[in-house]
């Protein structure tokens, strides 16, 4: 029903609103103090600039300067989350046009498939989403724990946990939003019957 077409909205709109914001966070990954005694300085990187923080409080960030220089999986990251953010807000745009609620979007089976199309739209970035994260972090925990690497280590950031909740909601509600093309399809069967009955009705009314 509209009611819940509703709930599926505000659940996949609110998983699009985190996904947008992982994008900008600047806390993808943050310096480990495991095995350090005394800890002056904080690094911390996101998908844009890499940071320190010392005692004092003073943070100094430097951009990543060059985009063809950079990692690959940070290139990766970035490209799955704008793809996941561009999904959500096409999913957006088209779920408050689908929905039973809304007086736009022509008949009720149009308005379904659009529906269903916006569903499809969450959970594809959803999915881009929770990719970019696990990624990002399956990198992080693999120099962590490789004993070769003597540089700092780093864990797991507030970004990824936010974008991999935001992926969660987006698949969640998109899911509940392609279903309702199921309704409409269980629909016709019954309006089809109705009319079939309504045929044989004024056929035998014809030969009374």
Request: with cysteine; glycine share 10%; hydrophobic share 40%.
């Amino acid at each position: 029903g509209s009611t819940t077409e509703i709930v599926a909205f505000v659940v996949a709109a609110s998983g699009w609103v985190l996904e947008s914001s992982t994008l900008a966070t600047d806390y993808w990954k943050v310096s480990s103090n495991d095995g350090s005694v005394i800890t002056t300085s904080t690094f911390w990187a996101s998908l844009w600039k890499d940071c320190v923080t010392d005692s004092t409080g003073l943070s100094n960030c430097r951009d990543f300067p060059s985009m063809m220089a950079l990692e690959d999986y940070i290139q990766a990251c970035r490209g799955l989350m704008i793809a996941a953010v561009c999904l959500g807000f096409f999913g957006c745009v088209s779920a408050l046009v689908g929905m039973k609620c809304t007086k736009i979007g022509g008949s009720d089976q149009s308005k379904s498939k659009t529906t269903c199309f916006a569903g499809i739209n969450f959970v594809l970035g959803g999915l881009c989403s929770i990719a970019a994260c696990s990624l990002y972090a399956h990198r992080i925990t693999s120099e962590f724990f490789n004993p070769f690497i003597i540089d700092q280590k780093y864990e797991l950031g507030a970004a990824l946990f936010i974008g991999w909740a935001g992926g969660i909601l987006c698949i969640l509600g998109g899911f509940v939003l392609c279903s309702s093309i199921t309704e409409s399809f269980s629909k016709r069967p019954s309006a089809a019957n109705s009319n079939a009955s309504r045929a044989q009705y004024f056929d035998k009314n014809a030969y009374v």
